[in-house]
Protein backbone atom coordinates (compact mmCIF):
# COMPACT_ATOMS: atom_id res chain seq x y z
CA UNK A 1 0.00 0.00 0.00
CA UNK A 2 2.69 2.33 0.69
CA UNK A 3 4.08 2.47 -3.08
CA UNK A 4 0.56 3.27 -4.09
CA UNK A 5 -0.46 6.22 -2.11
CA UNK A 6 1.38 8.53 -4.06
CA UNK A 7 0.48 7.01 -7.12
CA UNK A 8 -3.07 7.63 -5.81
CA UNK A 9 -2.31 11.21 -5.26
CA UNK A 10 -0.87 11.60 -8.63
CA UNK A 11 -4.46 10.34 -10.00
CA UNK A 12 -6.39 12.45 -8.16
CA UNK A 13 -4.10 15.63 -8.78
CA UNK A 14 -4.36 14.86 -12.52
CA UNK A 15 -8.42 14.43 -12.31
CA UNK A 16 -9.01 10.97 -11.51
CA UNK A 17 -11.08 12.32 -8.35
CA UNK A 18 -14.60 13.29 -8.66
CA UNK A 19 -15.17 15.59 -10.80
CA UNK A 20 -17.01 17.98 -8.04
CA UNK A 21 -13.49 18.53 -6.57
CA UNK A 22 -13.09 20.86 -9.83
CA UNK A 23 -9.30 20.18 -9.77
CA UNK A 24 -8.53 21.50 -12.82
CA UNK A 25 -9.68 25.28 -11.71
CA UNK A 26 -6.90 24.71 -9.32
CA UNK A 27 -4.05 27.61 -9.23
CA UNK A 28 -1.88 25.08 -7.86
CA UNK A 29 -0.44 21.56 -6.91
CA UNK A 30 -0.78 22.23 -3.27
CA UNK A 31 -4.21 23.38 -3.93
CA UNK A 32 -5.56 20.65 -5.57
CA UNK A 33 -4.33 18.75 -2.70
CA UNK A 34 -6.04 20.79 -0.45
CA UNK A 35 -9.35 20.20 -1.50
CA UNK A 36 -8.99 16.56 -1.59
CA UNK A 37 -7.87 16.89 2.02
CA UNK A 38 -10.59 18.89 2.97
CA UNK A 39 -12.92 16.53 1.32
CA UNK A 40 -12.06 13.44 3.54
CA UNK A 41 -10.68 14.97 6.72
CA UNK A 42 -14.42 16.95 6.50
CA UNK A 43 -15.83 12.82 5.70
CA UNK A 44 -13.94 11.85 8.83
CA UNK A 45 -14.96 14.35 10.96
CA UNK A 46 -18.61 13.50 10.42
CA UNK A 47 -18.51 10.27 10.81
CA UNK A 48 -16.46 10.74 14.50
CA UNK A 49 -18.99 12.60 15.30
CA UNK A 50 -21.83 10.44 13.78
CA UNK A 51 -20.43 7.10 14.99
CA UNK A 52 -22.09 7.02 18.85
CA UNK A 53 -19.43 6.66 22.11
CA UNK A 54 -20.43 2.97 22.56
CA UNK A 55 -19.34 2.39 19.33
CA UNK A 56 -16.04 3.84 19.54
CA UNK A 57 -14.82 0.25 20.74
CA UNK A 58 -15.64 -1.20 17.92
CA UNK A 59 -13.57 -3.63 16.26
CA UNK A 60 -14.05 -5.49 13.04
CA UNK A 61 -11.31 -8.44 13.94
CA UNK A 62 -8.86 -8.47 16.94
CA UNK A 63 -6.17 -7.58 14.68
CA UNK A 64 -7.14 -3.90 13.64
CA UNK A 65 -8.13 -0.82 15.43
CA UNK A 66 -11.32 0.26 17.26
CA UNK A 67 -12.92 2.68 15.55
CA UNK A 68 -11.80 4.99 18.22
CA UNK A 69 -8.15 4.01 17.71
CA UNK A 70 -8.78 5.04 14.23
CA UNK A 71 -10.30 8.09 14.27
CA UNK A 72 -7.03 9.23 16.76
CA UNK A 73 -4.62 7.48 14.61
CA UNK A 74 -5.68 10.20 11.56
CA UNK A 75 -5.48 12.84 14.37
CA UNK A 76 -2.07 12.09 15.49
CA UNK A 77 -0.74 11.42 11.80
CA UNK A 78 -2.27 14.63 10.32
CA UNK A 79 -1.14 16.79 13.43
CA UNK A 80 2.69 15.12 12.94
CA UNK A 81 2.90 15.31 8.82
CA UNK A 82 1.29 19.18 9.34
CA UNK A 83 3.57 19.76 11.75
CA UNK A 84 6.53 18.69 9.55
CA UNK A 85 5.34 20.73 6.93
CA UNK A 86 5.36 23.81 9.27
CA UNK A 87 8.90 23.55 10.25
CA UNK A 88 7.89 23.12 13.87
CA UNK A 89 8.69 20.01 16.06
CA UNK A 90 6.69 17.12 15.15
CA UNK A 91 4.76 15.19 17.49
CA UNK A 92 4.60 11.55 17.65
CA UNK A 93 2.25 10.22 15.08
CA UNK A 94 0.78 7.96 17.75
CA UNK A 95 0.44 10.21 20.34
CA UNK A 96 -2.91 11.13 20.50
CA UNK A 97 -3.53 7.44 20.08
CA UNK A 98 -1.58 6.60 22.95
CA UNK A 99 -3.25 9.04 25.56
CA UNK A 100 -6.93 9.78 24.07
CA UNK A 101 -9.96 7.03 24.08
CA UNK A 102 -13.56 9.24 25.39
CA UNK A 103 -15.27 10.21 21.62
CA UNK A 104 -15.81 13.67 22.72
CA UNK A 105 -11.96 14.01 23.31
CA UNK A 106 -10.99 12.52 20.27
CA UNK A 107 -13.85 14.26 18.26
CA UNK A 108 -12.44 17.82 19.37
CA UNK A 109 -8.13 16.36 19.20
CA UNK A 110 -9.39 15.75 15.29
CA UNK A 111 -10.89 18.84 14.62
CA UNK A 112 -7.55 20.76 16.64
CA UNK A 113 -5.10 18.39 14.22
CA UNK A 114 -7.43 20.09 11.37
CA UNK A 115 -7.24 23.40 12.33
CA UNK A 116 -3.49 23.23 12.68
CA UNK A 117 -3.16 21.38 9.54
CA UNK A 118 -5.07 24.07 7.98
CA UNK A 119 -2.09 26.35 8.22
CA UNK A 120 0.18 23.89 6.61
CA UNK A 121 -2.59 23.62 3.85
CA UNK A 122 -2.30 27.06 2.76
CA UNK A 123 1.59 27.48 2.06
CA UNK A 124 2.42 28.30 -1.41
CA UNK A 125 3.82 25.45 -4.03
CA UNK A 126 7.31 27.32 -3.65
CA UNK A 127 7.32 28.00 0.15
CA UNK A 128 6.06 23.46 0.41
CA UNK A 129 8.56 22.81 -2.15
CA UNK A 130 11.57 24.47 -0.93
CA UNK A 131 11.14 23.39 2.69
CA UNK A 132 12.63 19.87 3.58
CA UNK A 133 11.26 17.65 5.88
CA UNK A 134 12.34 14.37 8.04
CA UNK A 135 9.94 11.97 7.27
CA UNK A 136 9.85 8.27 7.89
CA UNK A 137 10.71 7.75 4.49
CA UNK A 138 13.70 10.07 4.46
CA UNK A 139 14.32 14.09 3.41
CA UNK A 140 10.96 15.31 1.41
CA UNK A 141 9.61 18.53 0.52
CA UNK A 142 7.02 19.97 2.95
CA UNK A 143 4.55 19.26 -0.36
CA UNK A 144 5.26 15.48 -0.06
CA UNK A 145 4.09 15.41 3.49
CA UNK A 146 0.98 16.74 2.85
CA UNK A 147 -0.06 14.80 -0.01
CA UNK A 148 0.98 11.94 2.20
CA UNK A 149 -0.93 13.01 4.19
CA UNK A 150 -4.21 13.50 2.42
CA UNK A 151 -3.25 9.39 0.99
CA UNK A 152 -3.19 8.50 4.52
CA UNK A 153 -6.26 10.53 5.40
CA UNK A 154 -7.90 8.86 2.25
CA UNK A 155 -7.03 5.34 3.11
CA UNK A 156 -8.29 5.56 6.49
CA UNK A 157 -11.47 7.12 5.58
CA UNK A 158 -11.80 3.66 3.18
CA UNK A 159 -11.24 1.90 6.95
CA UNK A 160 -13.90 4.02 7.85
CA UNK A 161 -16.80 3.36 5.78
CA UNK A 162 -16.59 -0.41 6.42
CA UNK A 163 -16.51 0.25 10.15
CA UNK A 164 -19.40 2.49 9.78
CA UNK A 165 -21.29 0.03 7.26
CA UNK A 166 -20.82 -3.24 9.69
CA UNK A 167 -22.40 -0.48 12.56
CA UNK A 168 -25.28 -0.34 10.25
CA UNK A 169 -24.95 3.00 9.39
CA UNK A 170 -24.48 5.10 6.09
CA UNK A 171 -20.67 7.04 5.96
CA UNK A 172 -21.05 10.86 5.34
CA UNK A 173 -19.40 10.27 1.54
CA UNK A 174 -22.71 8.18 1.12
CA UNK A 175 -25.28 10.51 2.92
CA UNK A 176 -27.76 12.50 0.65
CA UNK A 177 -26.22 15.86 -0.04
CA UNK A 178 -27.85 18.87 1.37
Known sequence: MMRSIPLLCLAALLGAAPSH?????SPSVLAADREIWTLMIG???????QVPDSSYSYR?????????????HI???QDMFCAQALGENAPASDEIERTITGKSELVAALKASTEHCKKAYALSDADAMKRTVKTFAG???ALWALMYSTA???EHYGNIITYMRALGMVPPSSQPMR
Open 75 to 77: AGS
Open 152 to 154: HTS
Open 60 to 72: PVPTVRTFGELVA
Open 139 to 141: ERS
Open 43 to 49: YVTKAAE
Open 21 to 25: LALAS
